[in-house]
């Protein structure tokens, strides 16, 4: 049977489609298959133009879910997939889709946003390719005003490897619970701090040097990015280890093996544009233990250049400890917040002569939390 959501866009537009694809059907046929990808196109195409984002988009690449790639970037519309851009020499541009055509179904059924539900383009593909890469579109051609049917050949590329090893030659003592994650980072812009196109995580580590292999998608690497290896590791909540810096790799060519150095959190950590990894991460795991809620991104946004200008990240988390907000999640009362300040930097309840201390050493700050979480905090081994 000819497939469901094929059937009835036919019959939202038979005589169109009819013409463009040569097929032919019964009304009765089209009216038995509705289902929820069912819409009414005959308004939208009528005013097709209005299908182009008014404003600038930063355009969201199409990655497919297998090893099937299209080459072009995309924006989800209520009639389609309206393409961004095209890659040359990509399937796409081979079979001569150009920037602002839209692909409004795969193989018949329909993609974009449907009647408020996303059906993704990339899991339409990899749902109707057949083992030769071969898929239909029908395409509306924006320079000719038409629909048509469209079959592509698409490209089919292995997959690409970054490995190497971590080393440390720090003193630390890790519990079972302890984590490395190895990130492969696209760091095209200086805005995209966490950009994760692939990663490896190790738990309970061995010692050092411990080896590791990010496999990766050819279709999610550009040959125009940037990309950089980096490394954290976590222990009972907390980042204690870090890269010392992002290794710069070229994922797409032959990579030599990678050897990423780690050091305790805070130390000899670049000053400028490379700060530790991980950070904001901690900083929001932070905002999500002592305040209840995730951090916003003005605020991972505001911490992300405290720490470009060469902070500590324990500053923030004095901050945090510090802040009006915290201490109003306490009772807004002074020793109940001591003693949950105690028990967060310290892991355990004061018996009462510590907590007595600990309202004495509060009283000489006059007030200025913060200042006193941070002089406790460096005073902690």
Not at 200 to 222: C, E, G, M, W
Not at 258 to 286: E, F, R
Not at 330 to 344: E, F, S, V
């Amino acid at each position: 049977m000819t497939p469901t959501l094929r059937l009835n866009l036919f019959s939202i537009l038979p005589s169109l489609l009819a013409a463009t694809l040569g097929l032919c059907l019964s009304a009765n046929d089209a009216a038995a298959q509705a289902t929820i990808r069912s819409r009414d196109l005959s308004e939208a195409w009528s005013a097709a133009p209005s299908l182009l984002p008014t404003t600038s988009a930063t355009p969201s690449w199409n990655a497919q879910p297998n090893s099937w790639r299209l080459g072009v970037a995309i924006q989800n519309v209520d009639t389609g997939v309206v393409l961004t851009d095209v890659e040359a020499g990509m399937p796409a541009a081979q079979a001569g889709l150009e920037t602002g055509d839209i692909i409004v179904n795969v193989d018949g059924f329909q993609v974009g946003y449907v009647e408020g539900a996303l059906f993704d383009l990339g899991d339409e593909i990899r749902r109707r390719v057949d083992q030769n890469g071969k898929v239909d579109f029908l395409v509306f051609d924006n320079r000719n005003r038409r629909l048509q049917n469209l079959p592509v050949t698409l490209t089919q590329q292995s997959a690409a490897a970054v490995r190497g090893e971590v080393t440390c030659k720090e003193r630390v003592t890790l519990t079972q619970q302890a984590v490395l994650t190895v990130r492969l980072r696209d760091v095209t812009y200086p805005s995209w701090q966490n950009v994760e196109v692939g990663k490896q995580v190790i738990t309970n580590p061995k010692h050092p040097p411990i080896p590791f292999s990010i496999a990766v998608d050819r279709t999610q690497l550009y040959p125009d990015h940037k990309y950089a290896v980096d490394a954290y590791l976590v222990d009972r909540g907390q980042i204690v280890l870090q890269s010392s810096a992002a290794i710069p790799v070229t994922p797409l060519a032959n990579v030599p093996t990678v050897q990423v150095n780690l050091v305790k959190v805070g130390a000899n950590v670049p000053a400028n544009g490379t700060y530790a990894v991980g950070q904001l991460d901690q900083i929001n795991q932070w905002y999500k233990q002592y305040l209840g809620h995730a951090a916003s991104p003005q605020e991972l946004n505001a911490w992300q250049s405290y720490l470009q200008a060469g902070k500590s990240p324990q500053d923030i988390q004095a901050y945090i400890l510090g802040s009006t907000e915290y201490f109003d999640r306490m009772g807004n009362q002074r020793d109940p917040y001591l003693a949950a300040l105690y028990q967060t930097l310290l892991g355990r309840q004061p018996t009462a002569a510590e907590m007595q201390q600990f309202v004495t050493q509060y009283q000489q700050y006059g007030g200025a939390r913060t200042d006193f979480v941070r002089d406790v905090m460096r005073l902690q081994p």
